[in-house]
Nanobody, 126 residues
Framework: QVQLQESGPGLVKPSQTLSLTCTVSGGSITTSYYYCSWFRQAPGKEREFVAAIKWSVRSTYYADSVKGRFTISTDNAKNTVYLQMNSLKPEDTAVYYC?????????????????WGQGTQVTVSS
């Protein structure tokens, strides 16, 4: 049974930094999954793609809204995915979800993903 667990919720002020962690259990993220990714969902809005990392070639992908501010990375030994968020803005406020896709698919589309974490709240407010 694959499980993903996010951690690192927080309330920060605009321009500050926050880091999220996603721990994967029940399988190795380096061999079992093509993509590990982060999505987010703000109140009243659909879940949207934030960032993804493809293990086979270590490629990273970002939504235009976070490019240059957010960084996705992994720790093989710890089966963990990180999302470093810099220069946070109020519009980054959302519940952030970790997801894993274990086959070929479009990493920017939520419907492609097989496994999801329960989500963690990030609030950016002055």
């Amino acid at each position: 049974q694959v499980q993903l667990q996010e951690s690192g919720p927080g309330l920060v002020k605009p321009s500050q930094t926050l880091s999220l962690t996603c721990t994967v259990s029940g399988g190795s993220i380096t061999t079992s999954y093509y993509y590990c990714s982060w999505f987010r969902q703000a109140p009243g809005k659909e879940r949207e793609f934030v960032a993804a990392i493809k293990w086979s070639v270590r490629s990273t992908y970002y939504a235009d809204s976070v490019k240059g501010r957010f960084t996705i990375s992994t720790d093989n030994a710890k089966n963990t995915v990180y999302l470093q968020m810099n220069s946070l803005k109020p519009e980054d406020t959302a519940v952030y979800y970790c997801a894993a896709l274990g086959r070929v698919g479009d990493p920017t589309q939520a419907y492609e993903y097989d496994y999801w974490g329960q989500g963690t709240q990030v609030t950016v407010s002055s």
